[in-house]
């Protein structure tokens, strides 16, 4: 079992850059696919991004690639997400999620375990 607590939240104007950490408990951090998700207020979940279990494959959504950035460092049980060139539509709850599947995927059902959630506001 693993413990995901989300930091790094906040009010950015558009342009702007935000770096989100996800803090995780548990002996068993590296075996898990790490996945960033938001929600924004009255829309579904929606998949951001995921990195395996080694790091070596990331994955985002086509509404933030090229601008957003994944990463893990298994050794602090840390994964993060650098967000550039931010968006108004960007504006969201942003949860970090592991999954214990071997193959990473993209639903957030998918996953087993959540972060409450941090606050990310873009304002125009």
């Known amino acids: 079992q693993v413990q995901l607590v989300e930091s790094g939240g906040g009010l950015v104007q558009a342009g702007g850059s935000l770096r989100l950490s996800c803090a995780a408990s548990g002996r068993t951090f590296s075996s898990y696919v790490l996945g960033w998700f938001r929600q924004a207020p009255g829309k579904e979940r929606e998949f951001v991004a995921f990195?395996?279990?080694?790091?070596?494959?990331?994955y985002y959504s086509d509404s933030v690639k090229g601008r957003f950035t994944v990463s893990r460092d298994n050794a602090k049980n840390m994964v993060y997400l650098q967000m550039n060139s931010l968006k108004p539509e960007d504006t969201a709850v942003y949860y970090c999620?592991?999954?214990?599947?071997?193959?990473?995927?993209?639903?957030?059902?998918?996953?087993?375990?959540w972060g409450q959630g941090t606050q990310v506001t873009v304002s125009s």
């Open positions: 990195i395996r279990r080694s790091g070596g494959l990331t």
């Open positions: 999620a592991a999954d214990e599947a071997v193959v990473p995927r993209t639903a957030a059902s998918s996953y087993d375990y």
